[in-house]
Protein backbone atom coordinates (compact mmCIF):
# COMPACT_ATOMS: atom_id res chain seq x y z
CA UNK A 1 0.00 0.00 0.00
CA UNK A 2 2.80 2.60 0.21
CA UNK A 3 2.88 5.41 -2.26
CA UNK A 4 6.12 6.24 -4.56
CA UNK A 5 7.25 9.96 -4.17
CA UNK A 6 6.37 12.14 -6.55
CA UNK A 7 8.61 12.36 -9.85
CA UNK A 8 7.85 16.20 -10.41
CA UNK A 9 8.57 17.29 -6.85
CA UNK A 10 12.15 17.36 -5.43
CA UNK A 11 11.52 14.95 -2.64
CA UNK A 12 12.25 15.61 1.33
CA UNK A 13 15.13 13.28 2.21
CA UNK A 14 16.69 12.37 5.57
CA UNK A 15 20.32 12.55 5.89
CA UNK A 16 20.98 8.95 4.74
CA UNK A 17 19.18 10.27 1.35
CA UNK A 18 16.44 8.36 1.43
CA UNK A 19 12.30 10.38 0.91
CA UNK A 20 11.38 10.99 4.70
CA UNK A 21 8.98 7.95 5.50
CA UNK A 22 5.32 9.18 7.51
CA UNK A 23 3.78 5.56 8.96
CA UNK A 24 -0.10 6.63 9.51
CA UNK A 25 -1.37 4.18 11.66
CA UNK A 26 -5.41 3.72 11.74
CA UNK A 27 -6.87 2.44 15.06
CA UNK A 28 -9.89 0.13 15.28
CA UNK A 29 -11.65 -2.22 17.86
CA UNK A 30 -10.93 -5.60 15.70
CA UNK A 31 -13.38 -8.13 15.58
CA UNK A 32 -13.48 -12.15 15.14
CA UNK A 33 -12.38 -13.39 12.21
CA UNK A 34 -14.22 -16.84 12.76
CA UNK A 35 -16.19 -18.38 15.58
CA UNK A 36 -13.71 -19.60 17.42
CA UNK A 37 -11.98 -16.30 17.80
CA UNK A 38 -15.47 -14.56 19.68
CA UNK A 39 -15.04 -15.73 22.99
CA UNK A 40 -11.06 -14.87 22.98
CA UNK A 41 -12.01 -10.86 21.26
CA UNK A 42 -14.63 -10.43 24.48
CA UNK A 43 -11.84 -11.72 27.04
CA UNK A 44 -9.82 -8.89 25.27
CA UNK A 45 -12.51 -6.63 25.22
CA UNK A 46 -13.62 -6.91 28.68
CA UNK A 47 -10.06 -7.52 30.30
CA UNK A 48 -8.76 -3.57 29.58
CA UNK A 49 -8.84 -1.40 32.27
CA UNK A 50 -10.52 1.18 30.05
CA UNK A 51 -13.35 -0.88 29.86
CA UNK A 52 -13.62 -2.75 32.98
CA UNK A 53 -12.02 -0.05 35.77
CA UNK A 54 -11.49 -2.77 38.66
CA UNK A 55 -7.69 -3.93 39.75
CA UNK A 56 -6.48 -7.05 39.09
CA UNK A 57 -7.14 -10.18 39.58
CA UNK A 58 -10.66 -8.84 39.74
CA UNK A 59 -10.84 -7.37 36.44
CA UNK A 60 -9.51 -10.88 35.05
CA UNK A 61 -12.16 -12.91 37.00
CA UNK A 62 -14.75 -10.25 35.71
CA UNK A 63 -13.40 -10.76 31.90
CA UNK A 64 -13.82 -14.27 32.08
CA UNK A 65 -17.44 -14.81 33.66
CA UNK A 66 -18.73 -11.67 31.16
CA UNK A 67 -16.99 -12.91 28.03
CA UNK A 68 -18.18 -16.49 28.87
CA UNK A 69 -21.50 -15.16 29.29
CA UNK A 70 -21.86 -12.44 25.99
CA UNK A 71 -19.90 -15.04 23.78
CA UNK A 72 -23.46 -17.17 22.92
CA UNK A 73 -25.19 -13.71 21.93
CA UNK A 74 -22.40 -12.42 20.31
CA UNK A 75 -21.95 -15.44 18.13
CA UNK A 76 -25.94 -15.15 17.36
CA UNK A 77 -25.09 -11.60 15.91
CA UNK A 78 -21.57 -12.80 14.12
CA UNK A 79 -23.63 -15.75 12.84
CA UNK A 80 -25.71 -13.18 10.86
CA UNK A 81 -22.56 -12.12 9.37
CA UNK A 82 -20.98 -15.32 8.57
CA UNK A 83 -19.36 -16.11 11.75
CA UNK A 84 -17.13 -13.11 11.61
CA UNK A 85 -16.71 -9.38 11.92
CA UNK A 86 -16.41 -7.48 8.17
CA UNK A 87 -14.15 -4.46 10.45
CA UNK A 88 -10.96 -5.60 9.11
CA UNK A 89 -11.87 -5.62 5.47
CA UNK A 90 -13.68 -2.34 5.45
CA UNK A 91 -10.77 -0.71 7.58
CA UNK A 92 -8.49 -1.84 4.95
CA UNK A 93 -10.52 -0.66 2.63
CA UNK A 94 -9.98 3.06 4.40
CA UNK A 95 -6.28 2.02 4.78
CA UNK A 96 -5.65 1.70 0.58
CA UNK A 97 -8.22 4.79 -0.17
CA UNK A 98 -5.94 7.14 2.19
CA UNK A 99 -2.63 5.99 1.53
CA UNK A 100 -3.98 6.85 -2.26
CA UNK A 101 -4.95 10.12 -0.74
CA UNK A 102 -1.76 10.89 0.52
CA UNK A 103 0.24 10.02 -2.19
CA UNK A 104 2.27 13.02 -3.52
CA UNK A 105 0.51 16.07 -4.59
CA UNK A 106 1.67 19.51 -5.82
CA UNK A 107 0.12 21.88 -3.61
CA UNK A 108 -0.19 21.07 0.38
CA UNK A 109 -3.64 21.84 1.36
CA UNK A 110 -4.31 22.44 5.47
CA UNK A 111 -7.58 22.26 5.36
CA UNK A 112 -9.97 24.67 6.32
CA UNK A 113 -9.80 24.19 10.13
CA UNK A 114 -5.93 24.45 10.18
CA UNK A 115 -5.09 27.28 13.33
CA UNK A 116 -2.73 29.50 11.33
CA UNK A 117 -1.45 30.43 14.98
CA UNK A 118 -0.44 26.59 15.39
CA UNK A 119 2.12 27.02 12.76
CA UNK A 120 2.08 24.32 9.75
CA UNK A 121 5.86 23.59 8.86
CA UNK A 122 5.44 22.24 4.74
CA UNK A 123 8.75 21.10 5.14
CA UNK A 124 7.40 18.15 6.67
CA UNK A 125 4.25 17.66 4.87
CA UNK A 126 4.24 14.16 2.90
CA UNK A 127 1.98 15.68 0.57
CA UNK A 128 4.12 19.26 0.06
CA UNK A 129 7.60 17.41 -0.01
CA UNK A 130 6.86 13.90 -1.67
CA UNK A 131 7.68 12.15 1.10
CA UNK A 132 6.38 8.49 1.21
CA UNK A 133 3.64 7.76 3.19
CA UNK A 134 2.46 4.02 4.27
CA UNK A 135 -0.82 3.17 6.19
CA UNK A 136 -0.94 0.56 8.40
CA UNK A 137 -3.84 -0.68 10.97
CA UNK A 138 -3.84 -1.28 14.36
CA UNK A 139 -6.90 -3.14 15.76
CA UNK A 140 -7.06 -3.05 19.84
CA UNK A 141 -9.06 -6.35 20.68
CA UNK A 142 -8.81 -8.72 17.50
CA UNK A 143 -5.76 -9.06 15.20
CA UNK A 144 -3.86 -7.21 13.61
CA UNK A 145 -2.80 -5.86 17.35
CA UNK A 146 -0.55 -3.10 18.09
CA UNK A 147 2.33 -5.54 18.60
CA UNK A 148 2.17 -6.94 15.82
CA UNK A 149 1.61 -3.77 13.71
CA UNK A 150 4.07 -1.88 15.83
CA UNK A 151 6.98 -4.74 14.33
CA UNK A 152 5.34 -4.04 11.07
CA UNK A 153 5.90 -0.12 11.49
CA UNK A 154 9.67 -0.58 13.20
CA UNK A 155 10.78 -2.74 9.72
CA UNK A 156 9.24 0.02 7.40
CA UNK A 157 11.78 2.63 10.02
CA UNK A 158 9.48 5.68 9.67
CA UNK A 159 10.76 9.23 10.36
CA UNK A 160 7.37 10.01 11.85
CA UNK A 161 4.47 7.99 13.11
CA UNK A 162 1.08 9.75 12.80
CA UNK A 163 -1.94 7.77 14.79
CA UNK A 164 -5.40 8.13 13.65
CA UNK A 165 -8.10 6.97 15.19
CA UNK A 166 -10.90 5.61 13.13
CA UNK A 167 -13.42 6.82 16.22
CA UNK A 168 -14.60 10.61 15.07
CA UNK A 169 -15.19 11.25 18.63
CA UNK A 170 -12.28 10.53 21.59
CA UNK A 171 -13.43 8.15 24.41
CA UNK A 172 -10.99 6.99 27.39
CA UNK A 173 -12.38 3.46 25.97
CA UNK A 174 -11.57 3.71 22.07
CA UNK A 175 -8.80 6.24 21.07
CA UNK A 176 -6.85 6.15 24.64
CA UNK A 177 -7.33 2.53 25.34
CA UNK A 178 -5.12 2.20 21.86
CA UNK A 179 -2.82 4.93 22.33
CA UNK A 180 -1.85 3.52 25.47
CA UNK A 181 -1.70 -0.11 24.34
CA UNK A 182 0.50 1.61 20.87
CA UNK A 183 2.91 2.96 23.16
CA UNK A 184 3.86 -0.37 25.09
CA UNK A 185 3.83 -2.28 21.89
CA UNK A 186 6.71 0.34 20.15
CA UNK A 187 8.69 0.57 23.58
CA UNK A 188 8.26 -3.29 23.32
CA UNK A 189 9.51 -3.20 19.75
CA UNK A 190 11.91 -0.11 20.28
CA UNK A 191 10.22 1.67 17.45
CA UNK A 192 11.34 5.44 18.55
CA UNK A 193 10.05 7.28 15.87
CA UNK A 194 8.35 11.09 16.84
CA UNK A 195 4.81 9.86 17.44
CA UNK A 196 1.76 12.49 16.95
CA UNK A 197 -1.89 11.32 18.25
CA UNK A 198 -4.64 12.94 16.45
CA UNK A 199 -7.21 12.83 18.73
CA UNK A 200 -10.34 13.33 17.31
CA UNK A 201 -12.44 15.15 14.84
CA UNK A 202 -15.94 14.83 15.35
CA UNK A 203 -16.90 17.70 13.09
CA UNK A 204 -14.61 17.81 10.87
CA UNK A 205 -15.76 18.75 6.76
CA UNK A 206 -15.46 16.15 5.22
CA UNK A 207 -16.80 13.74 8.05
CA UNK A 208 -19.86 15.85 8.19
CA UNK A 209 -20.37 16.26 4.80
CA UNK A 210 -20.07 13.11 3.67
CA UNK A 211 -22.48 12.18 6.28
CA UNK A 212 -25.00 14.89 4.78
CA UNK A 213 -24.76 13.67 1.44
CA UNK A 214 -25.20 9.86 2.48
CA UNK A 215 -28.20 11.00 4.16
CA UNK A 216 -29.90 13.55 1.60
CA UNK A 217 -31.27 11.32 -1.31
CA UNK A 218 -32.42 8.86 1.58
CA UNK A 219 -34.51 11.59 3.26
CA UNK A 220 -36.66 12.33 -0.25
CA UNK A 221 -37.27 8.87 -0.52
CA UNK A 222 -38.58 8.78 3.34
CA UNK A 223 -40.89 11.66 2.88
CA UNK A 224 -43.34 9.58 0.80
CA UNK A 225 -44.52 8.20 4.63
CA UNK A 226 -44.41 11.56 6.16
CA UNK A 227 -42.05 13.68 7.82
CA UNK A 228 -39.20 11.89 8.55
CA UNK A 229 -37.08 11.77 11.88
CA UNK A 230 -33.09 11.65 12.07
CA UNK A 231 -31.82 9.25 14.76
CA UNK A 232 -28.02 10.04 14.91
CA UNK A 233 -27.47 6.70 17.09
CA UNK A 234 -23.86 6.50 18.69
CA UNK A 235 -22.46 3.84 20.63
CA UNK A 236 -23.21 3.97 24.11
CA UNK A 237 -21.04 4.44 27.24
CA UNK A 238 -21.64 3.25 31.10
CA UNK A 239 -22.66 6.84 32.61
CA UNK A 240 -20.02 6.31 35.18
CA UNK A 241 -17.47 6.68 31.90
CA UNK A 242 -19.23 10.26 30.84
CA UNK A 243 -19.38 11.74 34.42
CA UNK A 244 -15.74 10.96 35.19
CA UNK A 245 -14.94 13.59 32.74
CA UNK A 246 -14.53 11.53 29.36
CA UNK A 247 -15.68 14.35 26.49
CA UNK A 248 -17.33 11.19 24.43
CA UNK A 249 -20.51 12.29 24.59
CA UNK A 250 -20.24 16.20 24.25
CA UNK A 251 -18.65 15.57 20.97
CA UNK A 252 -20.84 12.92 19.99
CA UNK A 253 -23.53 15.74 20.44
CA UNK A 254 -21.18 18.01 18.42
CA UNK A 255 -21.50 15.43 15.27
CA UNK A 256 -25.26 15.25 15.30
CA UNK A 257 -26.22 19.07 15.56
CA UNK A 258 -23.10 19.28 12.93
CA UNK A 259 -24.68 16.98 10.35
CA UNK A 260 -28.09 18.16 11.38
CA UNK A 261 -27.21 21.87 10.27
CA UNK A 262 -25.13 20.40 7.29
CA UNK A 263 -28.25 18.91 5.71
CA UNK A 264 -29.95 22.15 5.34
CA UNK A 265 -33.51 21.06 5.97
CA UNK A 266 -36.08 23.55 7.44
CA UNK A 267 -37.43 22.33 10.61
CA UNK A 268 -35.34 18.74 10.65
CA UNK A 269 -36.99 16.71 13.18
CA UNK A 270 -33.68 15.15 14.42
CA UNK A 271 -32.34 14.00 18.00
CA UNK A 272 -29.28 11.90 19.33
CA UNK A 273 -28.96 8.90 20.55
CA UNK A 274 -27.20 5.49 22.04
CA UNK A 275 -26.95 2.06 21.01
CA UNK A 276 -24.99 -1.17 21.97
CA UNK A 277 -25.72 -1.28 25.88
CA UNK A 278 -23.89 -4.26 27.30
CA UNK A 279 -24.19 -5.04 30.87
CA UNK A 280 -25.69 -4.21 33.70
CA UNK A 281 -24.88 -0.65 34.33
CA UNK A 282 -26.58 2.40 33.78
CA UNK A 283 -25.71 3.95 30.19
CA UNK A 284 -26.03 7.37 28.25
CA UNK A 285 -29.53 7.83 27.01
CA UNK A 286 -31.65 8.32 25.27
CA UNK A 287 -31.26 4.94 23.72
CA UNK A 288 -32.22 4.66 20.52
CA UNK A 289 -34.75 1.81 20.96
CA UNK A 290 -36.46 4.00 23.50
CA UNK A 291 -36.02 6.75 20.40
CA UNK A 292 -37.68 4.23 18.02
CA UNK A 293 -40.64 3.34 19.71
CA UNK A 294 -40.85 7.05 20.52
CA UNK A 295 -41.13 7.34 16.51
CA UNK A 296 -43.91 4.13 16.25
CA UNK A 297 -45.97 6.44 18.88
CA UNK A 298 -45.91 9.39 16.62
CA UNK A 299 -46.34 7.68 13.49
CA UNK A 300 -43.22 9.21 11.59
CA UNK A 301 -40.82 7.77 9.37
CA UNK A 302 -36.94 7.27 10.50
CA UNK A 303 -33.54 7.09 9.58
CA UNK A 304 -30.93 5.55 11.66
CA UNK A 305 -27.69 7.22 11.22
CA UNK A 306 -24.66 5.45 12.78
CA UNK A 307 -22.56 8.48 13.29
CA UNK A 308 -19.88 7.33 15.62
CA UNK A 309 -19.21 4.17 13.44
CA UNK A 310 -17.01 5.30 10.48
CA UNK A 311 -17.44 1.56 8.71
CA UNK A 312 -19.74 -1.39 8.60
CA UNK A 313 -19.62 -4.39 11.31
CA UNK A 314 -21.80 -5.86 13.86
CA UNK A 315 -22.80 -3.29 15.16
CA UNK A 316 -24.56 -1.40 12.04
CA UNK A 317 -25.03 -4.34 9.64
CA UNK A 318 -26.80 -6.74 12.61
CA UNK A 319 -28.28 -4.42 15.73
CA UNK A 320 -29.28 -1.28 13.13
CA UNK A 321 -30.01 -3.21 9.76
CA UNK A 322 -31.78 -6.19 11.37
CA UNK A 323 -32.66 -5.73 14.89
CA UNK A 324 -33.77 -2.08 15.43
CA UNK A 325 -35.31 -2.89 11.69
CA UNK A 326 -37.58 -5.17 13.42
CA UNK A 327 -38.33 -3.38 16.41
CA UNK A 328 -39.42 -0.30 14.33
CA UNK A 329 -41.80 -2.84 11.97
CA UNK A 330 -43.17 -3.85 15.82
CA UNK A 331 -43.77 -1.02 17.33
CA UNK A 332 -45.39 0.40 14.04
CA UNK A 333 -42.28 3.04 12.45
CA UNK A 334 -44.33 3.74 8.83
CA UNK A 335 -40.74 3.30 7.16
CA UNK A 336 -37.51 2.82 8.51
CA UNK A 337 -34.09 3.43 6.70
CA UNK A 338 -30.62 2.84 7.88
CA UNK A 339 -28.05 5.18 6.41
CA UNK A 340 -24.48 3.63 5.52
CA UNK A 341 -21.31 4.47 7.50
CA UNK A 342 -19.21 6.81 5.65
CA UNK A 343 -16.99 4.14 4.71
CA UNK A 344 -14.50 5.04 1.77
CA UNK A 345 -16.46 7.77 0.69
CA UNK A 346 -14.28 10.24 -0.56
CA UNK A 347 -15.53 13.30 1.17
CA UNK A 348 -14.51 11.41 4.42
CA UNK A 349 -11.00 10.26 2.99
CA UNK A 350 -9.69 13.57 1.91
CA UNK A 351 -10.48 14.73 4.89
CA UNK A 352 -8.75 12.24 7.06
CA UNK A 353 -6.20 13.30 4.39
CA UNK A 354 -6.04 16.73 5.01
CA UNK A 355 -6.36 15.82 8.88
CA UNK A 356 -3.03 13.65 8.76
CA UNK A 357 -1.37 16.29 6.84
CA UNK A 358 -1.73 19.09 9.15
CA UNK A 359 -0.84 16.95 11.59
CA UNK A 360 2.30 16.27 10.40
CA UNK A 361 2.87 19.77 9.75
CA UNK A 362 1.66 20.70 13.18
CA UNK A 363 3.90 21.16 16.54
CA UNK A 364 1.82 19.46 18.62
CA UNK A 365 2.48 15.78 19.88
CA UNK A 366 -1.18 15.63 20.47
CA UNK A 367 -3.92 17.38 18.27
CA UNK A 368 -7.68 17.86 17.31
CA UNK A 369 -9.44 18.20 14.48
CA UNK A 370 -8.09 21.91 14.61
CA UNK A 371 -4.88 21.02 14.79
CA UNK A 372 -5.56 22.11 18.85
CA UNK A 373 -7.82 21.35 21.20
CA UNK A 374 -11.44 21.08 21.00
CA UNK A 375 -12.85 20.45 24.21
CA UNK A 376 -14.04 22.72 26.97
CA UNK A 377 -12.03 22.39 29.98
CA UNK A 378 -14.82 20.45 32.29
CA UNK A 379 -13.65 17.06 30.22
CA UNK A 380 -10.36 15.83 32.03
CA UNK A 381 -10.63 12.56 29.63
CA UNK A 382 -9.24 14.29 27.35
CA UNK A 383 -6.08 13.40 26.30
CA UNK A 384 -5.13 17.08 26.25
CA UNK A 385 -6.17 17.85 29.79
CA UNK A 386 -3.16 15.73 30.97
CA UNK A 387 -0.90 17.85 29.28
C1 LIG B 1 -17.55 4.55 19.24
C2 LIG B 1 -17.09 3.37 19.31
C3 LIG B 1 -17.18 2.45 20.43
C4 LIG B 1 -17.26 2.69 21.81
C5 LIG B 1 -17.28 4.02 22.52
C6 LIG B 1 -17.33 1.42 22.43
C7 LIG B 1 -17.45 1.21 23.80
C8 LIG B 1 -17.78 -0.01 24.39
N1 LIG B 1 -18.05 -1.22 23.77
C9 LIG B 1 -18.35 -2.19 24.67
C10 LIG B 1 -18.66 -3.54 24.41
C11 LIG B 1 -18.71 -4.16 23.16
N2 LIG B 1 -18.51 -3.56 21.94
C12 LIG B 1 -18.59 -4.49 20.94
C13 LIG B 1 -18.48 -4.27 19.58
C14 LIG B 1 -18.08 -3.08 19.02
N3 LIG B 1 -17.87 -1.87 19.65
C15 LIG B 1 -17.48 -0.93 18.75
C16 LIG B 1 -17.18 0.41 18.99
C17 LIG B 1 -17.21 1.03 20.25
N4 LIG B 1 -17.30 0.44 21.48
C18 LIG B 1 -17.43 -1.58 17.47
C19 LIG B 1 -16.97 -0.93 16.20
C20 LIG B 1 -17.81 -2.91 17.63
C21 LIG B 1 -18.01 -3.93 16.54
C22 LIG B 1 -16.93 -4.92 16.38
C23 LIG B 1 -17.23 -5.79 15.18
O1 LIG B 1 -18.30 -6.36 15.08
O2 LIG B 1 -16.35 -5.90 14.36
C24 LIG B 1 -18.84 -5.75 21.52
C25 LIG B 1 -18.92 -7.09 20.77
C26 LIG B 1 -20.21 -7.36 20.11
C27 LIG B 1 -21.25 -7.68 21.12
O3 LIG B 1 -21.07 -8.64 21.86
O4 LIG B 1 -22.19 -6.91 21.19
C28 LIG B 1 -18.93 -5.56 22.90
C29 LIG B 1 -19.19 -6.59 23.94
C30 LIG B 1 -18.26 -1.58 25.94
C31 LIG B 1 -18.51 -2.32 27.25
C32 LIG B 1 -17.91 -0.25 25.78
C33 LIG B 1 -17.68 0.83 26.77
C34 LIG B 1 -17.43 0.70 28.04
FE1 LIG C 1 -18.28 -1.48 21.68
FE1 LIG D 1 -10.29 16.67 23.69
Redesign the pocket.
Known amino acids: MSQQPSQTSAPHTVPGGRPRRVAVVLF?????DAPEAIRP??FN??SDP???RLPNPFRFMVASLISGR?AK??AE??AQ?GGK????ENTEAQAAALEAALGPKPVADPGPELEPELGADPGLDPAADGAETKVFIAMRY?HPMSAETAARVKEYDPDLVVLLPL?P?F?T??TASSTKVWHEAAKTVGLTAPTKLLCCYPTEAGFIDASADLIRPLYEAAKAHGTPRVLFS?????KK?VTSGDP?QWQCERTAESIAAALGIEHLDWVNCYQ?R??PMEWIGPSTDAEIRRAGQDGVPILVVPM??VSE???TLV?IEIEYRHLAKEVGVPHFTRVPTVGVHPGFIDGLARLVRQTVAGKAAVCAQNGGRICPSNFPGCPQARR
Open positions: NLGGPFLLFAIIRPAIYLSPLLWYQSTTAHGLPVYSVGAFHSEE
